[in-house]
């Protein structure tokens, strides 16, 4: 996955709480091999609405979604992630994600950017009143910036996740840090046991 240090952009309301994996991306979605094309399926039941936020001329090309409490809690799916992604986002503003959610954003380049809640009230409300107001989010930092209004604000990210999004790391990337002490260890293995090597 590619390294993130600063994403840069307008940004999506989306003034709704407790939004789950199913809504993010419905189960019918689940059927596909690839992990490319779920963008496609993203909130797919809410953009039958015309309204809906995402159907929204003003909204094209955002890469920043601001999101109400509780997002992404329910099941583990990891193509929620994958829709989000593939649609063009690379940050999640929310006051509070699901565990299981944060971690599989991190783990697949999606910054999960967990905001105090008033201020996460006070980016809802200045990203619904103006669609070109820029936000600037800076992991290594742990900010927040609306440069048109002069607000910065914190964000939590623990220091694994920060590490894995800065350096560019997904779950095969941390193992592969460490092939040279794999190697060793599989050298050093008596022949009779099993080897990632095949007999």
Do not use: C
């Amino acid at each position: 996955m590619e390294p993130v240090h600063i994403v840069s952009g307008r940004a999506v309301p989306l003034d709704r709480s407790d939004v789950d994996t199913d809504q993010i991306i419905p189960s019918e979605w689940l059927k596909r091999i690839e992990r490319t094309g779920f963008g496609a399926g993203l909130f797919a039941e809410w953009r039958d609405e015309p309204s809906f936020v995402l159907n929204r001329a003003e909204h094209a090309g955002a890469t920043i979604l601001v999101a109400g409490p509780n997002f992404g809690t329910g099941s583990s799916r990891e193509h929620a992630v994958w829709a989000l992604v593939d649609y063009g986002f690379r940050v999640v503003v929310s006051p509070r994600f699901g565990d299981i959610f944060r971690n599989n954003a991190t783990r697949s380049g999606l910054v999960p950017a967990e905001v105090d809640a008033a201020d996460g009230r006070k980016l809802m409300a200045a990203v619904t009143a103006d669609s070109a107001v820029e936000l600037t989010v800076d992991v290594e930092r742990r900010t927040i910036e609306v440069p048109a209004l002069g607000w910065t604000f914190p964000f939590a990210l623990d220091d694994d996740a920060r590490h894995r999004l800065l350096a560019g790391l997904d779950d095969v990337g941390v193992t592969l840090q460490h092939v040279g002490e794999i190697d060793a260890f599989e050298g050093g293995r008596p022949v009779w046991l099993p080897s990632l090597a095949g007999a």
